[in-house]
């Protein structure tokens, strides 16, 4: 069986040699790549001399650089990661062990850290509110969306339709999963603080603002209904609240002495109309959508471990599952 680690990397060049190393020790029949992404510390020379196979993409977002990865390389089970020396790669082999005896296409590694440095609070209260947002809408599978260590199966891989172009691209590969009904798993893993001097790319409140946007975005091209439903309930809501003193007016005394709220409110209520039918339509292109990614996913063969060198007694390398 083939075994990709994939790392993407944007000046990590104080962790990416042991990153490089301690994937190489957890898997050694894995090969590593790692893709920089326009790091000015000598990122990809040191995880070259680490014995990593490096290519570079030029535009700049972790969601580019997955997206050329996964529609470079060829595998049966990739393995992906951060540079940063943060996810414990001894518990690779549990992942994939988990993986390919149930025949998962991904398993997402949960966050579990005693250290205060390495999970901020910020992060961590982000995570559950962005966690329990995505969840409520498309399925209550997982519990930390945001992780960027998992595995995934060939299936998987080659069936997504990757549109990120930055951080949000753990939320787009969660929300395929799930939208699905793809066969998941989560386990969790040891999350680590990131080594002394080194500083990570992601920004708490800008790339956070990123995330929900694309939340909303995701929720508008695969919930289109709901989207606009709700859209159509606040005009309909804000068109009766200008409306009804209107009408009543005009029972009253058969006059309409405030054009204007009349005009506004009519102009609501139309609005809710063009919403609600919007939403009806566009609903019925979402499930052909959705039938079109379904049968690009299922031309791919489901995912097989015979001669998968992983010991499935590697669960000792995680805190559980």
Not at 104 to 126: I, K, Q, S
């Given at each position: 069986m083939r075994i990709a680690v994939l790392i993407p990397c944007y000046n990590e060049a104080m962790a990416i040699a042991e990153v490089v190393r301690a994937f190489r020790s957890a898997l050694p029949e894995a090969l590593i790549h790692v893709y920089d992404n326009n790091s000015t510390d000598g990122t990809a020379e040191i995880a070259a001399a680490a014995g990593a196979i490096v290519r570079r993409e030029s535009l700049q977002g972790k969601g580019y650089v997955v997206r050329r990865m996964f529609a470079d390389i060829e595998a049966d089970f990739y393995v992906l990661t951060d540079g940063d020396a943060t996810y414990d790669a001894a518990a690779a082999p549990?992942?994939?062990?988990?993986?390919?005896?149930?025949?998962?296409?991904?398993?997402?590694?949960?966050?579990?850290?005693?250290?205060?440095?390495?999970?901020?609070?910020?992060?961590?209260?982000?995570?559950?509110?962005?966690t329990g947002m995505v969840t409520l809408l498309f399925g209550r599978r997982l519990t930390d969306m945001l992780s960027g260590y998992r595995v995934f199966s060939r299936r998987f891989v080659k069936s997504f339709p990757a549109m990120s172009a930055g951080f949000e691209i753990e939320t787009e590969l969660t929300v395929h999963a799930l939208q699905l009904d793809l066969p998941i798993a989560e386990m969790r893993t040891v999350y680590r603080q990131r080594l002394p001097g080194s500083f990570s790319a992601l920004r708490t409140y800008r790339d956070g603002v990123r995330i929900l946007g694309c939340i909303l975005r995701l929720i508008k091209q695969e919930r289109p209904y709901l989207f606009f439903g709700m859209l159509a309930l606040c005009f309909c809501v804000a068109g009766l609240g200008f409306g009804l003193p209107v009408i009543g007016d005009y029972w009253r005394t058969g006059l309409v002495p405030r054009l204007p709220t009349a005009v506004l409110a009519t102009g609501l209520m139309i609005l809710a109309a063009l919403s609600f039918f919007s939403g009806l339509i566009l609903d019925t292109v979402a499930a052909a959508r959705m039938e079109a990614r379904r049968l690009a996913y299922l031309r791919l063969g489901a995912p097989e471990g015979d001669g998968l060198g992983v010991e499935t007694g590697a669960q000792a390398a995680v805190t559980g599952s």
């Open positions: 549990a992942l994939l062990a988990r993986a390919v005896a149930d025949g998962l296409d991904m398993v997402n590694a949960a966050r579990v850290t005693e250290e205060r440095g390495a999970y901020r609070p910020g992060h961590r209260l982000g995570n559950r509110v962005l």
